[in-house]
């Protein structure tokens, strides 16, 4: 799928944005003890109490303005809302220019609107800021992987081995090293990532499903197990455009039945109207356009 597909960050564990507040955990702060901070990819979206009771510290104010605009950055994340994302962790980076994680977020944004360059720079911020930051090195290997088909797999793939040397289950350290091995014809070392990715989110999330679907299809020909891999993917995320496309891609492929074809391509497009999601939608409405002619 080249520059055209999108990318989404793997699952973290989801934390109560109350529980949070209440433990005044400063968001200028990367020294996090106990807890990762919450995130929301194929969670609920996270909300915060009305009657939640915050500390009496000087600054709480600002912080807690924080804590909202990061949740709210990441809620816009989970709804793709990619613009709005982005919007929301400006104003978070203008309250906390220190906290990583706020780049780290407006990164993903970036990435999942195309904007490569951008993302790997926000990327690169979140590591000044947070050496040790695995999904930071991680995403910036996915979003130098999508720079250029095969110029930029040595860096991508260096980012992804030091996101697993700081925590050997950051998932899309996995799917960038299991990408590279799939383009570069080492298809064992592929499927061996795509499957510890799997094995790490409790085969709950279905971005992984997602890529490990496209890499059988496209790299295997295995039609039948892409094809489970992709149902497994919309069962988890019924309202991901991406995989209903290739879906569809992939059922052409199999001469499936017309209207089982045509069905998935309408989804995709109704999925990237709103919000609007330009390349899916694109790409699905010329391949139904051309299959209405025939």
């Not at 720079?121 to 999904?135: G, M, Q, R, T, V």
Request: proline share 4%; net charge negative.
């Amino acid at each position: 799928m080249g520059k055209n597909l999108i990318f989404i960050s793997s699952l973290f564990v989801l934390i109560c944005a109350c529980s949070y507040i209440q433990n005044s955990e400063s968001l200028q702060s990367e020294n996090i003890s106990t807890q990762e901070l919450p995130t929301v990819e194929n969670t609920p979206e996270i909300t915060i109490k009305n009657d939640t009771k915050l500390s009496d510290q000087s600054d709480q104010s600002s912080k807690t303005d924080g804590v909202i605009f990061y949740i709210k950055g990441h809620n816009f994340l989970y709804r793709n809302e990619y613009v709005e994302a982005e919007r929301t962790f400006d104003t978070l980076i203008q309250i906390e220019p220190t906290f990583a994680r706020g780049w780290e977020g407006r990164g993903r944004s970036l990435l999942f609107q195309g904007k490569y360059l951008e993302a790997i720079e926000d990327f690169s911020k979140a590591i000044d800021l947070k050496p040790n930051f695995a999904e930071a090195y991680a995403n910036r290997g996915l979003a130098k992987l999508a720079l250029e088909k095969g110029n930029y797999n040595l860096p991508a793939q260096k980012d992804a081995d030091r996101a697993l040397e700081i925590n050997p289950e950051t998932v899309n350290a996995h799917i960038v090293l299991a990408r590279i091995y799939g383009i570069t014809n080492n298809p064992d070392m592929a499927l061996l990532h795509y499957n510890q990715a799997i094995k790490i989110t409790n085969g709950e999330d279905g971005v992984v499903f997602w890529w490990r679907g496209i890499f059988y299809r496209d790299i295997l020909r295995q039609y039948e197990n892409s094809l489970n891999d992709f149902d497994t993917a919309i069962l988890l995320l019924p309202t991901f455009p991406s995989v209903y496309l290739d879906r569809a891609m992939l059922m052409i492929v199999m001469k499936a039945k017309t209207e089982l074809i045509k069905k998935d391509l309408k989804e995709a497009i109704s999925l990237s109207e709103d919000p609007k999601n330009p390349e899916i939608l694109k790409r699905a409405e010329e391949i139904l356009k051309q299959m209405e002619l025939e």
